[in-house]
């Protein structure tokens, strides 16, 4: 018999092991979201798009190879008989538009908006790492605070025990314990909350990496030394909706250099070689054609489509001025709110110390009658409310660590928390 329950012990191991949930990592989270995200599979198809266009572009300007074949009959004055079909058949070379300028505007024009498209999807990349952390780490918070809630419920316990022994034997008032009473009430309430926050923040990370959330793992708060804002200013210009925008504009430049290019002669190109004639025509196997287009009065229509593309160009200029200035200003905002953050943080850490020290202390003294249970029941007070401070002070810190390097442009592989 005992070696039957050993066997089925040992069988059981391989389920157990299989049960406990495997933590994942922000790095892993944010994969995740990135392979099962919609709007970034629909950002890489508009890439595919701006790519597939660029590609016609290019193939738009090159000589067009085909084979062209052509018979035809004559019928004879005094009979409805027809003659013998003339047949011609040959390969033809052609290009229109010689002009050099108007086919490089245009594909310069198609290579600025295919370059635009990739580095938009690249920020699109970085603002979701922003809702994910935002998701990740929330969820850590909430699963924190849990923890702390339960252990000061398991110390309100124990004191509210302790109290209802001290009123039996007369050594304390009852109303003493009825306060520890309804801080354990609140406590659970406090604990309710915190349980739904978890969950709504578990379903958050799961609707964004279309997957359950198991465990989190979560690394290390970045209480690296913070380098000065010049460093994270430096980097706007590499921002990828800035680059994207200068891409943007690039592309206005050339299209009004197209625009342009209509005011020019235009040459077209044209050569054929016959494997099969006539025979009236056998001698000559082949013909060439140069032909030349000049505009000369086309009523203002290509004027206006030049000052069109003007204005095209300028709204492009000022919208990258604007988004310089604003990618700036998130900077900046960022990076006050990490370094207040981070003070913040150290504020925090040092108050939980205290309110830990003083909820002993008051204990201690309580227990000698030194201080009333009230006075210990506000001690309590006091820790829990640090404990979710400083709790709250962790979150904002990873948040705004985040944030600083999604304002600054940072590629995903040199954020911090990634790795």
Same mark, same amino acid.
């Given at each position: 018999m005992t070696r039957l329950l050993a066997l089925a012990f040992l069988a059981c191991l391989p389920a157990a092991s299989r049960a406990q949930p495997a933590s994942i990592t922000l790095r892993q989270a944010f994969d995740s979201a990135l392979r099962n995200s919609e709007s970034i599979a629909i950002d890489q198809q508009e890439v595919r798009r701006a790519e597939a266009l660029y590609r016609e572009a290019m193939r738009g300007e090159l000589p067009v190879l085909d084979f062209a074949a052509e018979a035809s009959w004559e019928r004879r004055p005094t009979s409805n008989?027809?003659?013998?079909?003339?047949?011609?058949? &040959?390969?033809?070379?052609? #290009?229109?538009?010689?002009?050099?300028?108007?086919?490089?505007?245009?594909?310069?024009? =198609?290579?600025?908006?295919? !370059?635009?498209?990739?580095?938009?999807?690249?920020? =699109?990349?970085?603002?979701?790492?922003?809702? @994910?952390?935002?998701?990740?780490?929330?969820?850590?918070?909430?699963?924190?605070?849990?923890?702390?809630?339960?252990? +000061?419920?398991?110390?309100?316990?124990?004191?509210?025990?302790?109290?209802?022994?001290?009123?039996?034997?007369?050594?304390?008032?009852?109303?003493? =314990?009825?306060?520890?009473?309804?801080? /354990?009430?609140?406590?659970?309430?406090?604990?309710?909350? %915190?349980?739904?926050?978890?969950? &709504?923040? !578990?379903? *958050?990370?799961?609707? +964004?990496?279309?997957?359950?959330?198991?465990?989190? #793992?979560?690394?290390?708060?970045?209480? *690296?030394? +913070?380098?000065?804002?010049?460093?994270?200013?430096?980097?706007?210009?590499?921002?990828?909706? @800035?680059?994207?925008?200068?891409?943007?504009?690039?592309? =206005?430049?050339?299209? /009004?250099?197209?625009?342009?290019?209509?005011?020019?002669?235009?040459?077209?190109?044209?050569?054929?070689?016959?494997?099969?004639?006539?025979?009236?025509? +056998? %001698?000559?196997?082949?013909?060439?054609?140069?032909? /030349? %287009?000049?505009?000369?009065?086309?009523?203002?229509?290509? &004027?206006? %489509?030049?000052?069109?593309?003007?204005?095209?160009?300028?709204?492009?200029?000022?919208?990258?001025?604007?988004?310089?200035?604003?990618?700036?200003?998130?900077v900046r905002n960022a990076y006050r709110d990490y370094r207040s953050a981070r003070r913040q943080l150290d504020v925090r850490r040092q108050a939980m110390e205290l309110a830990r020290r003083d909820f002993e202390l008051q204990s201690r003294d309580e227990k000698r009658g030194l201080v009333t249970s009230l006075e210990a029941l506000e001690s309590l007070n006091r820790l829990n409310g640090a404990r979710l401070a400083y709790n709250n002070a962790v979150l904002a810190v990873r948040l705004a660590s985040v944030s600083l390097d999604i304002a600054s442009g940072e590629p995903i592989e040199g954020v911090e928390l990634l790795k």
């Open positions: 008989r027809f003659n013998n079909a003339d047949t011609e058949a &040959a390969f033809r070379l052609t #290009k229109t538009g010689l002009s050099g300028y108007r086919e490089l505007a245009a594909i310069r024009a =198609a290579g600025h908006d295919s !370059a635009r498209r990739r580095h938009l999807r690249a920020r =699109a990349e970085q603002l979701l790492l922003g809702d @994910v952390s935002g998701a990740f780490f929330g969820m850590l918070q909430s699963q924190e605070n849990v923890a702390a809630t339960e252990e +000061l419920i398991s110390l309100a316990g124990a004191r509210l025990t302790e109290l209802r022994e001290r009123v039996r034997v007369g050594r304390t008032r009852e109303a003493d =314990a009825i306060g520890q009473e309804f801080q /354990v009430a609140t406590l659970r309430s406090q604990l309710e909350e %915190s349980s739904r926050q978890v969950q &709504a923040r !578990a379903d *958050l990370l799961s609707f +964004l990496m279309r997957e359950p959330v198991t465990a989190l #793992k979560p690394g290390e708060a970045p209480f *690296l030394e +913070l380098p000065p804002i010049e460093r994270f200013l430096s980097r706007v210009e590499s921002r990828p909706d @800035v680059v994207a925008a200068r891409e943007s504009a690039q592309a =206005a430049a050339a299209l /009004v250099r197209l625009a342009r290019a209509d005011h020019w002669p235009e040459l077209g190109f044209q050569a054929r070689w016959f494997p099969h004639r006539p025979a009236s025509q +056998l %001698s000559n196997r082949w013909d060439a054609t140069l032909g /030349v %287009s000049v505009p000369l009065w086309s009523w203002g229509a290509v &004027a206006a %489509s030049v000052e069109a593309a003007r204005a095209d160009l300028t709204q492009e200029e000022l919208g990258l001025q604007a988004l310089r200035r604003a990618a700036e200003l998130d």
